[in-house]
């Protein structure tokens, strides 16, 4: 299976739509290297905006290029881009529905040696909240380019989020995508699992273990956590027994709630894998934060059992 | 002050810059850059300026440290572990899954005084220990260190205005002037234009000094506690990465791990010193 570098997927992609479209802008705070929005700003110096480490006004500043036609994508670590400027996106940008694209790199744990400061484990909840904010958890390399391609089309703002990690590819140039659109990456009878992020190749690997067992999982990958599409999750409930859902994120507030939230009233059992309302840490590698806080194939494959 | 005072002090900002290096290690990334250019300021406060008590880590008395750039903490783990605050075996452990010595700041470990790591808030948390220490009526003093990427921070300056308004003579904020941020040098990237005059409109007392020189160093801090009604601003000229002859100036090493190579080098430099 190929590996693949999301960041370095999103800082091409966005240089080629910019290419393609003038509307397109990008800020950054300081980590260019890191967002990789490095190559918009080598190839096109007067379309990038070095915004310093001030993430406030870089979210306002893109209000204001927004308001006067451009699409601008805002860069920093998920925390500092989702959580530092919040309120500046609730009101300058999500309250006027402005096109801008909140990209919240190096999220969840995936920062590993850098600890609780720089690990993301709430920013899914904070911009789902947010009224008008779409939030987007691109899945493998192929997605995070169809996701920014998407973007330019979509009305109102959005939240992306990357990870730093190498992912394994999952989707190619020709499956399709949606913003809104789930995708089924396995069929299975017995139990659903809705995965986000890193968790989808993990919810794969956990199919895989149970098949061995006797124990039919369908996969789900839901890169489009809001808006959430209710339809598909209740095609995807019908039949099965249980659901489990796994993200790289506190339980509370991220891909598990808006499941139960849109399964309220239906008599189904669901499993939630996330992170027990903790902040991160500090760790060598990001597969040893994983392992510590539980999102692992283990705990996928744990919670389908318990629902049988 | 006495020529062996400052010897003595350089002799620990050497021994700092080793305990830099046992914390980043070979093939672990570190902030290099600024912890090595912040050396020999925490080195002058640790070991020179503050009243400080390793065995009574809480004394209410004591003067309080806050490393607003908190990517630099190797700088402080290195002091602490020095002034044995705890042991110098777990330097070599620092950022490693379970070590008490993450990779930013964090109140749990003995000595450090509050969590920082998001660039931007340690002045207004040292403004409001220099509001409590004039509530208490206590003596303490309050030492806050900067980056001058991080002055981009819009918090920054609402501390400096709420500083002032409060006439916190008991606060001191020094920026750690090396004029790189992480992705290049400032006047490329983003500059904050005169640090200095900025700080005095915004009613500070301000300094430049040479930030890798011990006498500057120690002559400046011994002035603001001259001060009264105003809080004060030392502007530290220092270079990123200071001491480590590849690293110096170059900003891939902001954050960055190095090779066994790299290593012994950085080791052989400093040695040198
Ligand atoms: C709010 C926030 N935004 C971004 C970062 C990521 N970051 C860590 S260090 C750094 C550069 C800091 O530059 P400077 O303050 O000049 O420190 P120095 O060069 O002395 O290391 C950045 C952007 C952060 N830690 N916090």
Redo the contacts with the bound molecule.
Sequence with gaps: MKIENLREAYGKELLAVAREDSRVVALD???CGSTMTIFMEKEMPERFFEMG?A?QNMVSVAAGLSLSGKIPFVN??SV?AAG?PYNQIRQGVALPNLNVRIIGSSCGLSDAGDGAT?QSVEDIAIMRAIPNMAVIVPVDAEETRKVVRASLQHQGPIYIRITRSLLPALTNRHTEFKIGKMLCLAEGLDITVFATGIMVFKALQAREILSKKGISVRVINVSTIKPLNIEEIFKYTKGVKGIVTAEEHSIIGGLGSAVVEALCDMKIPIKIVGIQDQFGQSAGTHEELLEYYGLTAQSIIEKVEALL | MENNKIKELERKAKIIREGILDCIGIDKKG?L??SM?SADLVTALYFYKMRINPENPDDPERDRFILS?G??VLAQYAALSELGYFSKSELKRTKEFGSFLQGHPEVRTPGIEANT????QGLSIGVGMALAAKLDSKNYRVYVIL????LC?GQIWEAITCASFYNLDNLVAIV?Y?Q???SGPIKERYNTGDIKAKFEAFGWKAWEIDGHNMTDIIVALDKTEQVKNFPSAIIAYTI?GKGVSFAENNYSF?NNSLTQEQYEQACKDIASI
């Design positions: 705070a300081d980590l480490i993430e920093s670590f500092f530092q720089h | 902030h850059g600024g250019s750039k990517h630099s790591g998001s660039l931007g980056g001058d990427g991080e921070e750690d090396n790189m941020q992480a990123k902001h």
